[in-house]
């Protein structure tokens, strides 16, 4: 069983650890520009704390987060969201 519920404080290093190894799976390297060597990874919570944004992660049925998405306004132009930063285990 899994549940989607709204990232939380503690989840930043469990989500920035799922996104960097998903990344990794698909070759996308932090020395090729990728945003897996962005540093927000770390700090998403706080990221996704302003108005418009949202971000929600997937636990398993330990309580092990496995992905996460969300959403945000899109830079030039707040009126449009856009999705980010949507990985999962598979």
């Known amino acids: 069983m899994y549940q ?3 990232i939380q404080i503690q989840d930043n290093a469990a989500i920035a650890q799922v996104i ?14 990728f945003a897996v060597a962005d540093p ?3 700090g998403l919570y706080q990221v996704y704390a302003q108005d ?11 309580a092990r987060i496995v992905g996460g998405g969300g959403i945000s306004p ?7 969201l856009e999705i980010q930063k949507n990985v999962f285990f598979t």
Do not use: M
Not at 56 to 62: A, K, L, P
């Open 40 to 42: 927000i990874l770390d």
């Open 74 to 80: 899109l830079k030039g132009d707040c009126s449009i």
């Open 20 to 33: 960097r190894a998903v990344s990794k799976e698909f070759g996308l390297a932090p020395e090729s520009g």
């Open 52 to 62: 418009n944004a949202q971000y929600w992660v997937i636990e398993d049925s330990n």
């Open 4 to 6: 989607i519920r709204t």
